[in-house]
């Protein structure tokens, strides 16, 4: 279980002192952004400008682990990839460190979100994934978490039967349905030969299959998600060539997304955001809607793969 208060200590005091301690002086502006995993602020600087902070949750990633995630930000913005890297020390560090706390900064970079929708959207989608895995492919990682069904399936599902967070009557019809679900995800190879984008940001960065990167991109009914997939990889195979075997993996690994997604609330709940931020969590609705969502996807195993 992760530490009950991680954050207690990381007071506003503390993230300015922080910051001015790596020779930036504050104008004392501070803005809380979105963020569960850690905690992100955007900081105004004494010049007018504004850098964005990120102080790493406790114990759940190594130093090597995020300096790997670093290093990885700026070897696609060396290859001129649109990505925000973490700002160097004049030693060239981009991990830095305050009484116990874990930080970088970041440039403060605008953008807009792309229409998921439009046709050239996703190709220009397709066509920076595959500028991403054309770097990823020339280098791996040692330290991030890996990528598979043991870590996203297994673990999930034994953390949140062994702590009690599922109604009493629900229990069983979760731990049958999850056991016949990973019992046929455990048939399948799924490659970590490349380093890929992970999920929500460079934070979940690993060594993975290249099509985790690109069905998060694809919604709605099947030819809906068959003209997506087509307008990714047409962008996608401008710089690089996707390998059609993986399109098997794709509603596998949205069968791993959505148990571990469940298990990251639980492990995170002694941490106050969670608890505000899903309060329906724990409740027989929501593990409800949960199994029905996982037997959705036991249906979706046995769909022919989308081919575009």
């Not at 020779?23 to 809380?32: E, I, K, P, S, Y």
Request: hydrophobic share 40%; charged share 25%.
């Amino acid at each position: 279980m992760s530490t009950a208060t991680p954050y207690d200590s990381l007071t506003p005091d503390v993230i300015l002192a922080a910051i001015e301690g790596t020779g930036v002086q504050c104008d004392g502006h501070l803005l809380a952004l979105n963020s569960y995993e850690n905690r992100v602020y955007q900081v105004g600087i004494e010049d007018g400008s504004k850098l964005i902070a990120k102080f790493y949750r406790p114990g759940r990633l190594t130093d090597d682990a995020i300096i790997e995630e670093h290093t990885f930000t700026h070897e696609l913005l060396a290859a001129e990839i649109p990505v925000v890297a973490p700002l160097r020390t004049t030693t060239g560090d981009t991990l830095r460190r305050f009484e116990e706390h874990r930080f970088a900064l970041f440039p403060r970079q605008g953008g807009h979100a792309p229409d998921l929708e439009r046709g050239d959207d996703l190709m220009v989608l397709g066509r920076t994934l595959g500028r991403i895995h054309m770097v990823g492919a020339a280098g791996r990682f040692a330290h991030r978490p890996h990528f598979d069904c043991e870590r996203l399936g297994h673990d999930s599902r034994a953390f949140v039967l062994d702590h009690g967070f599922i109604p009493n009557e629900l229990e069983a019809a979760y731990a049958s349905l999850t056991s016949d679900l990973l019992r046929r995800i455990d048939r399948l190879e799924i490659p970590t030969r490349l380093r890929i984008h992970g999920d929500v940001d460079f934070d979940d960065t690993v060594m993975g299959p290249a099509v985790q990167d690109l069905w998060m991109l694809l919604s709605g009914e099947r030819d809906e998600r068959t003209h997506s997939l087509r307008k990714v990889l047409e962008g996608y195979e401008t710089f690089v060539e996707f390998d059609d075997a993986e399109l098997v993996l794709i509603e596998p690994l949205r069968t791993l997304r959505i148990m571990h997604h469940a298990a990251w609330i639980a492990r995170r709940w002694d941490d106050p955001a969670f608890p505000l931020a899903f309060p329906a969590f724990g409740t027989v609705r929501y593990w409800s809607d949960h199994i029905l969502h996982l037997r959705e996807q036991l249906a979706a195993l046995d769909e022919p793969p989308l081919r575009p």
